[in-house]
């Protein structure tokens, strides 16, 4: 499903992100940078020890939740990864959205300040940290969206989508935009 913000496009794809052509691949990550399962261990076992070295001399004290840090891409296809950290899911009392908002936001930032033209995320925060893919996908998708609108920098972002339960919650999600 492709569908046209401003002069750049929302793709959604069912698959591995680790396999993407894009300047930039973002990572799900824990607030330690400590690498885990999940998208997280496939992203550093493709990209090979040369990110998770990076990590530990440039970031030694980790990445607060709902930020992001730049590593460069290791063996990926990609010239860099974007290591997001979203929020744990605790019943949304805890202005997880804003968390969730603002790794999303400071991805799109650092794409900008690298002249990164295409990336790709994967969804953050629906895995291991249980948030629901439903209300995951609304703030995803709209905070992409809202950049695109105003961005001259990037061409192309691609939602890469494990399994066809998170890709239907995000395809419905990106038609409700349409309307
Ligand atoms: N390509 C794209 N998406 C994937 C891939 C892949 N290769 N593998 C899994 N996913 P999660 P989180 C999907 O748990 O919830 C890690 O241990 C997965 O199906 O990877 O943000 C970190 O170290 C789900 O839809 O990330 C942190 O400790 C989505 O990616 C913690 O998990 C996110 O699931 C972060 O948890």
Same mark, same amino acid.
């Given at each position: 499903m492709i569908v046209q913000f401003g002069s750049a496009r929302i793709e959604l794809v069912l698959g591995d992100i680790t396999v993407q052509r894009v300047d930039v691949i973002v990572n799900a990550a824990n607030a330690q940078l400590a690498g885990g399962g999940g998208v997280d261990g496939a992203i550093h076992l493709a990209a090979g020890p040369e990110i998770m070295e990076e990590l530990q001399r440039r970031y030694p004290d980790g990445c607060p939740t709902g930020s992001a840090v730049v590593t460069s891409g290791g063996n990926l296809h990609s010239r860099y990864v974007?290591?997001?950290?979203?929020?744990?899911?605790?019943?949304?009392?805890?202005?997880?959205s804003g968390l969730l908002e603002s790794a999303y936001q400071i991805c799109l930032s650092l794409a900008e300040k690298h002249t990164c033209r295409t990336l790709a995320f994967p969804s953050i925060s629906t895995g291991v940290y249980r948030y629901p893919v439903d209300l995951a996908a609304e703030i995803a998708l709209r905070t992409v969206?809202?950049? @695109? =609108? &105003?961005?001259?920098?990037?061409?192309?972002?691609?939602?890469?989508?494990?399994?066809?339960?998170?890709?239907?919650?995000?395809a419905r999600v @990106? =038609? &409700?935009?349409?309307?």
């Open positions: 974007f290591h997001a950290v979203g929020p744990i899911w605790q019943g949304g009392g805890i202005k997880e969206a809202v950049k @695109l =609108e &105003t961005s001259d920098q990037l061409d192309l972002v691609r939602f890469v989508l494990f399994d066809q339960g998170t890709f239907g919650s995000y @990106l =038609e &409700t935009m349409l309307i």
